[in-house]
């Protein structure tokens, strides 16, 4: 199969189809840190969508439309004197950021190919993205986070899980570590948050390729 990884620098999925055979290429606007500069297509991913692959496995940019990410679209608060009402402010230049990152999750998701899978964590329903096909965690593959992950599919079956382990932490804080036991891992460095569990990229290799 020809797959295209679209928003990879990691390489993890990559790497896993390509471990099967598989003519697999990561693709971003980020030169690659998985160590296969070979196998990686550096520029922008709208580019390269229309050549003929038989499988697009998107990772499009979510800080403007995931649901932890929605407070940022405000600035502030003014009050109506005359109705002695509060507004909030909206903050327009990261509107029209979210709305940019809204139409490439569709250019995604409406790639021309047969089989896609386009992952995101939970996106605000400002945005009216359609309804996922499914919700994962990587302890479902043998990882023992929490970490809530959606993904649309188009042309495939939902992801089986392969290795169902207890959680042991929080991957990302998503505002409720402090009302837990769980440690919480990976929240300061935006690549660490973004990181593709090893059990999840094997899982698609194995299940999708």
Not at 34 to 55: F, N, T
Not at 90 to 113: T, Y
Request: overall charge neutral.
């Amino acid at each position: 199969m020809r797959v295209l990884i679209a928003c990879e620098e990691s390489q993890a999925v990559c790497a896993a189809f390509r471990e099967r055979g598989h003519e697999a290429y990561s693709c971003d606007i980020q030169e690659c840190s998985g160590g296969h500069p070979e196998w990686h297509i550096l520029g922008d991913v709208k580019d390269w969508l229309g050549e003929g692959w038989d499988l697009i496995i998107a990772h499009p940019p979510c800080t403007y439309l995931s649901n932890m990410g929605a407070n940022h679209l405000y600035m502030g608060t003014e009050r109506i004197k005359r109705q002695n009402d509060v507004f909030r402010l909206m903050n327009e230049d990261r509107i029209r950021a979210a709305i940019k990152a809204r139409d490439f999750f569709f250019a995604m998701l409406n790639a021309p190919c047969s089989k896609v899978a386009v992952e995101n964590p939970i996106p605000s329903s400002i945005w009216q993205l359609p309804p996922p096909t499914q919700m994962i965690q990587p302890y479902f593959f043998g990882e023992p986070y929490k970490k809530k992950t959606y993904l649309w599919l188009r042309g495939l079956k939902p992801l089986q899980a392969t290795d169902v382990v207890e959680p042991t932490g929080l991957w990302v804080d998503g505002g409720h570590a402090k009302t837990t036991k769980m440690q919480t891992f990976g929240f300061r460095d935006s690549k660490k948050r973004a990181k593709t569990f090893h059990g999840i990229a094997q899982a698609m290799a194995e299940q999708w390729g």
